[in-house]
């Protein structure tokens, strides 16, 4: 099944890198890596602490304002110890719709945002969400269709992850990393706790916003004075 091969390669990747990934004490300059941002070398540390933050690009001239972001469809993937053979990619589907939804409602909170396509007119940045190391099991051992009432979703080890791009340059204006605590809940209590996940992000993400047009909003640096020629 194709989502079970893209679904192992990435949480697989994530295994290996959180476990050496940060350093504390890093001076506002974090050595992070992460399983979806990757490397975040030339960011620096806004708010947070060890392996969880929010960072700007230490950019070396001027940066574009965040105006209006559009929200790009979150991801979701699993953990190496999920059951795949219950994760039907409907399944997914329908976890991934519940997660955009919560987004867009608790990110619109916050700050200008679109989703739509055909409302890119204005929008300065991309907003892009992951949910990364969810562990889906299943409470029976029946050899019957999965239900979803069957299903069990629990946190420990996952995190959020979050960046904006600039929509011109492609270029990481900002990052979010965050754990995504919580117990095991079942397909019930899953909106819930999404929305409790998309709230979480969303109040990271505004303090991301704010801080990249802080920047933004720097006078330019004077010129450097030329020696008057002889």
């Known amino acids: 099944m194709k989502l079970?091969?893209?679904t192992m390669t990435v949480v697989g990747v994530s295994f290996l890198v959180l476990g050496a990934a940060c350093s504390s004490g890093d001076n506002g300059h974090p050595g992070i890596t992460t399983p979806w941002l990757g490397s975040l070398k030339g960011f620096e540390r806004i708010r947070g602490e060890d392996e969880s933050g929010v960072f700007r690009r230490i950019a070396p001239g001027k940066i574009a304002r965040f105006e209006?972001?559009?929200i790009v469809p979150p991801e979701i993937t699993v953990s190496a110890g999920s059951d795949?053979?219950?994760?039907?990619p409907e399944?997914?589907?329908?976890?991934?719709?519940?997660?955009d939804a919560a987004l867009r409602q608790e990110l619109a909170k916050q700050f200008p945002v679109t989703g739509a396509s055909t409302e890119r007119?204005?929008?300065t940045h991309e907003i892009h969400v992951v949910l990364n190391g969810v562990t889906v099991t299943r409470s029976t051992s029946t050899t019957l269709a999965v239900r979803l009432d069957d299903l069990r979703f629990s946190f420990a080890g996952a995190t959020?992850?979050?960046?904006f791009r600039d929509?011109?340059?492609n270029t990481r204006a900002a990052a979010i990393?965050?754990?995504?605590?919580?117990g095991t809940v079942g397909w019930n209590g899953l909106g819930d706790q999404l929305t409790v996940f998309a709230r979480q992000a969303a109040e990271q993400d505004a303090v991301a916003y704010k801080a990249v047009n802080d920047e933004a909003d720097k006078p330019a640096a004077p010129a450097p004075e030329t020696a008057p020629q002889k």
């Open 4 to 6: 079970r091969n893209l």
């Open 68 to 70: 209006r972001g559009i």
């Open 84 to 88: 795949l053979d219950a994760m039907h």
């Open 91 to 99: 399944t997914y589907e329908k976890i991934k719709s519940l997660f």
């Open 121 to 123: 007119s204005g929008a």
């Open 160 to 163: 959020i992850e979050a960046d």
């Open 167 to 169: 929509v011109t340059s």
């Open 177 to 182: 990393v965050l754990p995504a605590s919580a």
